[in-house]
Nanobody, 126 residues
Framework: QVQLVQSGGGLAQAGGSLRLSCTVSSRSSFTYTMGWFRQAPGKGREFVAAIRWTKGDTTYADDVKGRFTISTDDAKNTIFLQMNSLKPEDTGVYLC???????????????????WGQGTQVTVSN
């Protein structure tokens, strides 16, 4: 069973930065595609970014391109989401996710992910 444990997030002002972390428990984590999603109150899970651990290729949602960066630390079995130039519309609960067996980082549908972290709140104020 794969466990994803998240940390980071919190409160930031518009234009500021935050970093999220997600540590993967499975020793076979390197076979996974890892994704970040966010969920605003009353809305569904929205794709933010994904990275294929073995190749390092990435995919981003259009509204975060150039502002957010997804990356990995192989030694720590951890992925990161560096969020810069934050906007109030970035507010939501951010969740990391993992899926195996798909040889691509272009996986924007949350239903394609098997494992999920516990979620962490990100709030951006004006």
């Amino acid at each position: 069973q794969v466990q994803l444990v998240q940390s980071g997030g919190g409160l930031a002002q518009a234009g500021g930065s935050l970093r999220l972390s997600c540590t993967v428990s499975s020793r076979s984590s390197f076979t996974y595609t890892m994704g970040w999603f966010r969920q605003a109150p009353g809305k569904g899970r929205e794709f933010v970014a994904a990275i294929r651990w073995t190749k390092g290729d990435t995919t981003y949602a259009d509204d975060v391109k150039g502002r957010f960066t997804i990356s990995t630390d192989d030694a720590k079995n951890t992925i990161f989401l560096q969020m810069n130039s934050l906007k109030p519309e970035d507010t939501g609960v951010y969740l990391c996710s993992a899926t195996a067996g798909l040889a691509t980082a272009n996986i924007p549908n949350p239903q394609d992910y098997t494992f999920w972290g516990q979620g962490t709140q990100v709030t951006v104020s004006n």
